[in-house]
């Protein structure tokens, strides 16, 4: 100790190191962020009566929602942050969006029956997307549980692009087209929350050789989707929007679990979900 009866300056205490401040990655949430704004893109353009470029937003988040989780995995960058601003983007486009854009297209024209319709898609979305990120852990990875609302959003949103191509500008066209597109609206909300089974293609690896002929079979469908690709993408996506009820026949038809909860708990919150 020296005369003032303190520590030397070299036995001091050190002050503790000050807390690292948390960050937010930049690569994936900004493509996340680019998915949000084809979203509110889709509705403005909506709003303006452009339903094409509408379309086209839409369409524009389904590919960057696709690529988000790809690059956060692949630059191991993925966040509790990012998964979140995932799920708040994907109720913005795939959920908002296309309930929004259907209503003022075709379904406003309709009354009650037109914003319940466009309601129901909404609330399914939400409800879809909470039942996902409650159930990462549980679900099988190779299907998911009920429709995946970026596809039910391009079941609505094919439709659409399909009759405005053709010339046809939602109800005032007549009615029949006003509730063919209260089904379509109907049909894709309800099935998101459905237990049916819809393939996931995330045992897909795109790390593994295949045979020649993937890849003309690749370059084939390319050019079938050029032919005209408002009905081409369109049936692909009621394809795939009906695959799931098949799968669910099929495997009934076979006797095997149609569920794809995973691991089973006893928990009260899961019991309606394991059927």
Same mark, same amino acid.
């Given at each position: ?36 704004? $084809? ?6 353009? /909506? ?30 960058? @993925?966040?509790?942050?990012?998964? @979140? ?15 929004? #854009? #259907? ?7 309709? $009354? ?32 998911? @549980? ?5 596809? /039910? ?61 993937? #890849? ?32 669910? /026949? ?20 899961? @019991?309606?979900?394991?059927?």
């Amino acid at each position: 100790m020296n005369e003032a009866g303190s520590l030397p300056e070299d036995d001091a205490p050190e002050p503790p190191p000050r807390a690292r401040r948390k960050g937010i990655y930049v690569l994936p949430n900004m493509i996340t962020l680019a998915a949000l704004f $084809g979203g509110f893109y889709a509705i403005v353009m /909506a709003m303006n009566g452009r339903f094409e470029l509408s379309v086209y937003g839409v369409f524009c988040a389904m590919v960057l929602d696709s690529l988000d989780g790809r690059v956060a995995r692949m630059t191991n960058t @993925q966040s509790t942050f990012g998964e @979140q601003m995932d799920s708040l983007s994907d109720m913005v486009s795939f959920g908002a969006a296309p309930a929004l #854009i #259907i209503y003022e297209w075709a379904l406003k024209d309709m $009354g009650k029956l037109g914003w319940v319709a466009a309601f129901v898609y909404c609330a399914s979305a939400a409800l879809r997307l909470a039942r996902f990120n409650t159930n990462l852990t549980v679900v099988d990875k190779r299907f998911f @549980q009920g429709l995946p609302s970026p596809a /039910a959003a391009a079941v609505v949103m094919g439709f659409i692009w399909v009759m405005d191509d053709a010339g046809f500008k939602g109800f005032k066209e007549g009615p029949w087209l006003g509730w063919t597109a209260f089904a379509v609206t109907l049909y894709a909300g309800l099935t998101m929350v459905t237990n049916v089974p819809f393939y996931s293609f995330k045992d897909v690896s795109l790390k593994r050789s295949v045979p020649f002929i993937v #890849i003309v079979a690749i370059a084939l469908g390319i050019a079938v989707i050029n032919i005209h690709p408002p009905t081409v993408l369109f049936a692909l996506f009621c394809v795939y929007g009906l695959s799931g009820y098949a799968v669910y /026949a099929w495997k009934r038809k076979k006797g095997r679990p149609v569920s794809v909860i995973a691991t089973s708990t006893d928990e009260p919150d899961e @019991q309606g979900l394991h059927r």
